[in-house]
């Protein structure tokens, strides 16, 4: 089937500017998880959603940060007031099981460049 | 707290050879996961193997082969006989049993020369 998909591969925006980053998850995934990618500071989580419970946001480095997830599939990370530090590789991945064995499968990236 | 250290931020092999790439964790769980990650040019992170902490046995799939250790904290990984597709960057990465996100350690960039 089908992978985890993630639109626009490339986003080009100005300091200031919001963005909206899409994931699409493997479907029958439960879980759902959003990390970033940027030189220095190599791969860090940002959140976590599993079904109906309230997102794990431990990862989200400001207030200028959240995402949602609709219907248990689709998931949108919105960065208001971009940064350029906020420049990085976003990436989105699924997972069929909560805890224990279930390993992500991550999908390609969203590059993020804040001019 | 957990930690993930990948000491060789770049190995550069010559075709053929065998290459090993360390990662050391830290970890409180008795009950946690270990996973490596090929991380090739085209960006999209793979998946490669998981490993729980009470199977510390070796496991050697093809060319690829990881070495866990518990006693060390460290969760190897030796590819025989490289290849140039073998180039990416490698991700070894900790999981809790009870948690939801990975932490990864800072990866290892592998480039194999022909």
């Known amino acids: 089937g089908a992978g985890v998909s993630q639109s626009p591969s490339n986003k080009v925006t100005e300091k200031g500017k919001d963005v909206e980053l899409r994931c699409d998850p493997i479907?029958?995934?439960?879980?759902l998880y959003w990390y970033r990618q940027s030189l220095g500071q190599g791969l860090e989580f940002l959140i976590y959603?599993?079904?109906?419970?309230?997102?794990?946001k431990s990862g989200l480095p400001s207030d200028r940060f959240s995402a949602e997830r609709t219907g248990g599939s689709v998931s949108t990370l919105t960065i208001q007031r971009t940064q350029q530090e906020d420049s990085a590789v976003y990436l989105c991945?699924?997972?069929?099981?909560?805890?224990?064995?279930?390993?992500?499968?991550f999908g390609p990236g969203t590059r993020l460049t804040v001019l | 707290a957990q930690k993930v250290t990948q000491a060789q931020t770049e190995i550069s092999v010559v075709e053929k050879e065998d290459v090993t790439l360390d990662c050391v964790y830290e970890?409180?769980?008795?009950?946690?996961?270990l996973f490596w990650y090929k991380q090739p040019p085209s960006g999209e992170l793979v998946f490669l193997i998981r490993?729980?902490?009470?199977?510390?046995q070796n496991e050697i799939s093809g060319r690829y082969s990881w070495n866990f250790q518990k006693s060390t904290s460290s969760f190897n990984f030796t590819i025989t006989a490289s290849q140039v597709v073998d180039s990416a960057v490698y991700f070894c990465?900790?999981?809790?049993?009870?948690?939801?996100?990975?932490?990864f350690g800072g990866g290892t960039r592998l480039m194999v020369k022909p």
């Open positions: 959603f599993q079904g109906n419970s309230a997102p794990d």
């Open positions: 479907s029958g995934h439960t879980a």
């Open positions: 970890t409180r769980d008795t009950t946690y996961y």
């Open positions: 991945a699924s997972s069929l099981e909560l805890a224990g064995e279930g390993e992500q499968f």
């Open positions: 490993r729980n902490s009470f199977d510390e």
């Open positions: 990465a900790l999981k809790p049993n009870a948690g939801n996100m990975l932490t």
